[in-house]
């Protein structure tokens, strides 16, 4: 008889939110930050958070990472800083610009530095 076909069972990433097939998995699959997206003052040095407020908004910023790699590329805003689309990323009147600390890329959902395997 005839062989049925078989959809592959895809898997979600932990890190980018991507679901992928564990059968193509190469590693240039999946990029990520590897830093922490955090505020610059206007001194360029990257400016202090409590440990409990950090850890709630690296929480938040990852979601907002997994659900921005899930829209359709044509319903995705240039840039998102701080959970706001915009065009540039530093428009901020009271002078914090928020940047990953691994690469400096002012956009939250900016495409990852690192490179690997998804997992």
């Avoid at 910023?61 to 706001?84: E, L, W, Y």
Wanted: aromatic letters at 8%; glycine letters at 10%.
């Amino acid at each position: 008889g005839k062989e049925k076909y078989h959809a592959p069972r895809l898997r979600t990433c932990k890190r980018c939110g991507i679901e992928y097939d564990p059968h193509i998995n190469g590693p240039q699959s999946c990029t990520w930050h590897k830093g922490r997206y955090v505020t610059f003052g206007d001194d360029g040095v990257v400016a202090g958070a409590s440990s409990s407020t950090s850890r709630e908004f690296d929480r938040r910023a990852q979601a907002i990472i997994k659900a921005h790699n899930r829209t359709k590329g044509s319903k995705k805003p240039n840039m998102i800083v701080f959970d706001r689309p915009c065009d540039t990323g530093v428009a901020r009147a009271d002078g914090v610009v928020w940047r990953w600390s691994c690469c400096a890329a002012e956009s939250l959902v900016a495409t990852g530095c690192a490179m690997g395997c998804h997992s």
